[in-house]
């Protein structure tokens, strides 16, 4: 079974300022996607950026960019220019690629609270 | 575009009452699933879809939970008789099937926080 970690429970960063949100993952399949969701407070599911793993290239959406390590089994997340409506709970979330044969569901990390210091 | 729509938004009721929870997918998606968020598990699946049927329904945690997807457009999540510890936030989410390589992402609806006294 795949698992995520995210081992930072609460992070802060000023605001303008770059922050680095940290995701690992443990895997045996070779085909998979990774993503960001945002949970704010109103508790939508909004995804941020995602990364598909036989891509070697790091994922980015305007501020928003990933550094995807494949051999670590690292995603980390960076939000450049950090503004105060970034402000919310993060998701890593790992999902099994369409040609494993295995379940299509998120399987979801902890989570990592973002509070952003005006 | 309507995403995916969840009724009701918030239900408070008391332990042993049967609970529905109501889901409308993207129209076209062919996959849906149920999630259940709490602060001891974080979020986590109970159930998925594909074209209606039932595929892996391992994540729901006891015979007093059943879903179903009568047609394409509508599913529910059902507890009977509900019990203080389901108290949790439900999400619903749909995809479409994949395209190739494409992943198709899941989008979530808004959420069901369900309390049981």
């Known amino acids: 079974a795949q698992t995520v970690t995210q081992s930072q429970p609460e992070m802060s960063v000023q605001e303008a300022e770059t922050v680095t949100l940290s995701c690992t993952y443990d895997?045996?399949?070779?085909?998979?996607?990774l993503f960001w969701y945002k949970q704010p407070p109103s508790r939508q599911m909004i995804l941020v950026i995602r990364?598909?793993?036989?891509?070697?290239q790091n994922a980015t959406e305007n501020r928003f960019s990933v550094n995807f390590q494949k051999a670590a089994k690292s995603f980390s997340l960076k939000i450049s220019d950090s503004q105060l409506g970034d402000a919310a709970m993060y998701f890593c979330a790992y999902r099994s690629g369409w040609d494993s044969g295995s379940a299509r569901q998120l399987t979801f990390g902890s989570g990592t609270q973002l509070t952003v210091l005006p | 575009d309507a995403g995916v729509i969840q009724s009701p938004r918030h239900e408070v009721t008391e332990m042993g009452q049967e609970v529905t929870l109501r889901c409308k997918p993207i129209s076209g998606h062919d996959y849906l699933f149920w999630y259940r968020q709490t602060m001891m598990r974080g979020l986590e699946l109970l159930i998925y879809?594909?074209?209606?049927?039932?595929?892996?329904d391992s994540g729901m945690p006891e015979d007093r939970f059943s879903a179903k997807m009568p047609n394409a457009s509508f599913s529910t999540l059902k507890i009977q008789p509900s019990e203080p510890r389901d108290s949790a936030v439900y999400f619903c989410a749909s995809s479409r099937p994949p395209r190739g390589k494409r992943d198709q992402p899941q989008h979530f609806g808004d959420g069901t926080r369900l309390s049981i006294l």
């Open positions: 879809f594909n074209n209606n049927v039932p595929i892996d």
């Open positions: 895997t045996s399949e070779s085909d998979y996607y």
């Open positions: 990364q598909e793993a036989y891509k070697q």
